[in-house]
């Protein structure tokens, strides 16, 4: 399940540099959208050609690397899904004091009136959005500010071509499941299950969580590197065993929600990643079970499973509802012969480390980590 929209933030970014980032991202997503263009209403109007339909899937292989982040880069502040109103201002400020420059998007301000209001923005808004902050060639990263609802309704739209010529670092994970799925599917670059700036940067979640995602994004964590959780937060070895395959999922709620669609996830070969939160355990046993009888457990090299927090209707803290979120998994998967290492501090949780998604990477029960096998920034 997905979390819920944060409420408005009391700060506001006023001075010389909040005048430079408005107008800026305000032309930059009228270059793609059109300056004079009436804003659309929320509700999507059919078409018949549809951008995102139009992209082949890509072969299942290890994804292509990334550009890295440079420092002093331009970074542009995007919200798909729900929003999150003045975080977009402190997102930008924390972006400031680390050296980039921040970009943020129109939508990222907005939300809609009820029934929308769980959506920043249009769907027409929030994919402009994206578009130009893919196309433009002076930004050199795409983060999502927060998850929520509502990027699933992107997905059919979304320009896989363009994606596919500007390739940059895109991070978010919960909602933004579904554009990983679609990216992986049909724009075959490396995606980053990672830190969102309102959810998670503004929230102060503790370290490794900042400084693990900027090494990788930035090309200082490359092939060869392990990715460990901290001494505080090591993995659980449910089957043991090492193997090696493209990195693959996020939510497990989207995951399942977009089964049957042209996004659906590819687990062949792959090495699978699930988290959630706000989930009881028979619906997280009903979710296993749906992607079990769709096959998407019959050509799994291994599995990583990530933060379950707040399983609803468990009484106590985090780590005892893991543990009796873990039956559920080798339910799933003893009789499959491949390794599962579970409680890794990645997805809803604190610390929350940022994944490789379509990267190649071991998985080693053993050490408790995952090895690099490829570049996943250049």
């Known amino acids: 399940m997905e979390q819920a929209p944060q409420g408005q933030r009391p700060q506001r970014n006023t001075g010389r540099r909040g005048f430079l980032i408005n107008t800026g991202a305000l032309c930059l997503s009228a270059a793609l959208a059109g300056c004079a263009a009436p804003k659309p209403p929320p509700r999507r109007a059919p078409q018949s050609a549809k951008p995102g339909s139009a992209a082949p899937p890509v072969a299942s292989g290890a994804a292509t690397p990334v550009p890295a982040l440079k420092p002093g880069a331009r970074v542009a502040i995007v919200a798909p899904a729900s929003a999150a109103l ?63 609802f509502g990027s699933w309704r992107l997905l059919d739209q979304l320009d896989f071509d ?109 090495i699978l990643f699930i988290e959630d939160v706000n989930e009881a355990l028979p619906r997280i046993d009903r979710l296993l079970s749906q992607l079990a009888a769709a096959g998407k457990f019959d050509d799994l090299k291994g599995v990583l499973v990530g933060n379950f927090t707040r399983i609803l209707g468990v009484p106590g803290d985090d780590a005892q509802a893991q543990g009796l979120l873990y039956p559920l998994i080798l339910d799933q998967f003893r009789s499959r012969g491949i390794p599962v290492l579970a409680g890794w501090p990645s997805g809803h949780g604190d610390p929350n480390l940022t994944l490789p998604l379509g990267a190649q990477v071991t998985l080693d029960t053993a050490r408790g980590g995952l090895r690099l096998e490829q570049a996943i920034v250049v």
């Open 86 to 148: 003045d975080a977009a201002d402190d997102a930008a400020e924390w972006l400031l004091a680390r050296g980039y420059e921040p970009q943020v998007m129109p939508a990222s301000r907005s939300r809609l009136d009820a029934p929308y209001d769980y959506l920043a923005g249009s769907d027409a808004d929030r994919l402009a959005d994206l578009h130009a902050a893919f196309a433009a060639p002076d930004i050199g990263a795409v983060w999502c500010l927060q998850g929520g």
């Open 162 to 270: 363009l994606l596919r010529r500007h390739p940059k670092p895109f991070i978010g994970y919960s909602d933004i499941t579904a554009l990983h799925l679609a990216m992986q599917r049909r724009a075959g670059f490396v995606t980053f299950h990672g830190p969102m700036l309102a959810q998670d940067l503004l929230a102060g979640k503790r370290e490794p969580t900042e400084s693990h995602l900027l090494s990788m994004i930035s090309g200082q964590v490359g092939q060869g590197a392990w990715i460990t959780p901290p001494p505080y937060a090591t993995a659980t070895e449910l089957i043991p065993g090492t193997a090696t395959g493209r990195l693959i999922g996020g939510n497990l709620a989207l995951i399942g929600a977009l089964i049957g669609s042209d996004s659906e996830i590819d687990t062949s070969g792959g």
